[in-house]
């Protein structure tokens, strides 16, 4: 029996086609502006001098970041209302008919996977497609990435499979929540802190 | 960051309320010997000012349901009174609200000897304090690096301070032709807090203050456009600041000063350059918390 779902997300594989974020938000239908899954573009550098030669110093690479459905989930501690809980199988819930529309959990959360919905006039999140699951499928994101740079699974295989890297630039500490992922880094992301790289579409994400 | 306008309202307003407390009916109080009758003038400036205490929470309490996207479903706000510092928060305001309440009526029907009301003034003073702690730990989060520091603590308290005491001097005029007396020395009091908010947010402003946090790169958008909000609000406060020390240079005893005409000063009323001062101050504080709202943007906004 699964005891932790997770995503498993491979950086060096992600081209930033953003296929996953538009299968989130067309199967769950969600309205412009709200993005359960969003790709983040990571970039910095410029040129740099080696010997008397200019040579490009670029360092670019994509996040592709939902809920990381965490074991240690900050947004439902922080909730006064106990409206965001968790599954037995470690998927985290929004109870949207609990809600009080505070987003006090979007600034709680480091990954900003909450995100508000007008409709509701509450918060809304990833729910790992749980419904998809239940029935022996796959989340939507996963299974829409043309560079199968998604994987999800039970927190154990995943480990097993790929790993236990749960931390690139610029994600936050990971012992702040424990998320279910596990990263494969872009080779860029061991450099992107001292080529001042940063997030470029804001605007997008 | 100009969506936030019910927490700045809220936060303003509730550690105004607690401020002005602290600052004016609680050390009262402890001047007093239990046994001590009060005078109907004293009693009198007394409950003006509680009255305007209670109405500062209750004012705090009703704006606070606007930052709510479900208000109706507000009453569930307690639910989570062991993990959740928002309903510490609500849990703490809400028990200042009532022992103030309480306290209010007790004064106002004329039992001020007894120990009881001692009890509840200093219960109501506890509740007011934790209100300010749970407020402040509420933004303390780990997630939220610029608010994740003391600074955050250090200037919801000053805000209190601030406020609380400018605002009871300013309702009770406290003219300086009494040299030692608690409420002249309020000003004075009022003078030493704007000082010191302005020296802590020189120093310690996250993004902009010589020793503050500057935030790194992280998945949350980064802040736009606060330096002219952050200069507004030290102008707004030193604005102040320098009105009120005027006034106070202007009012020597017996005489208009600052504080107006001298039959006002007598009955306690602050005059035109305390009024601005105390202006000054209360838009410098809001600015502030507009600022602080606007250090941590939210995404998709």
Known sequence: ?205 | MLKEWPLVAFTIAGQMAVGVFCFLLFPLLLLLSPGTSWSETARHTVLIVWGGTFGFIAIAAALSLFHLHHPFRAHHTLANLRSSWLSREIFFELAFMALVALAFVLVWTGHTRGLFLRAVMSASALAGIMFLVSMSKLYMLKSLPPWNSAYTGISFFMSAATLGAMATAWVTGSPPGNPGSYFSALWTAALFFVASDILFAVLLTPQYGAAGFRPGPSLRPPPRALRRLYFGRLALLAGGLILAVLGMVQAVPGSAGGFGSTPMAAAGQAGPIMTIAFVLVLLGEIAGRFLFYGLVPRPGD
């Open chain 1, 1 to 205: 029996m699964v005891t932790q779902y997770g995503f498993f997300f491979n950086a060096a594989a992600c081209s930033g086609c953003k296929a996953c974020q538009m299968a989130c938000k067309d199967r769950n239908d969600l309205e412009p502006g709200v993005l359960w899954r969003r790709v983040y573009e990571v970039t910095g550098g410029g040129w740099e001098k080696k010997g008397g030669v200019w040579v490009p110093s670029v360092v670019s690479y994509n996040i592709s970041m939902a809920c990381n459905h965490c074991e240690k989930p900050v947004c439902g501690l922080a909730c006064p209302v106990k409206a965001i809980t968790k599954r037995e199988d470690g998927i985290v819930f929004v109870d949207t008919g609990a809600c009080i529309g505070c987003r006090y959990c979007e600034w709680a959360c480091p990954y900003t996977a909450l995100r508000f919905d007008a409709r509701t006039n509450t918060v809304s999140k990833c729910n790992f497609c749980y419904d998809a699951i239940d029935a022996g499928g796959t989340p939507s994101c996963v299974a829409s990435c043309p560079q199968r740079a998604l994987d999800f699974g039970d927190m154990a295989e995943l480990r097993k499979k790929y790993g236990d890297v749960r931390q690139i630039f610029p994600l936050p500490d990971p012992a702040q929540t424990e998320p279910a992922l596990i990263i494969k880094p872009h080779r860029d992301a061991a450099r992107a802190v001292e080529r001042a790289a940063e997030v470029a579409n804001w605007e997008e994400v």
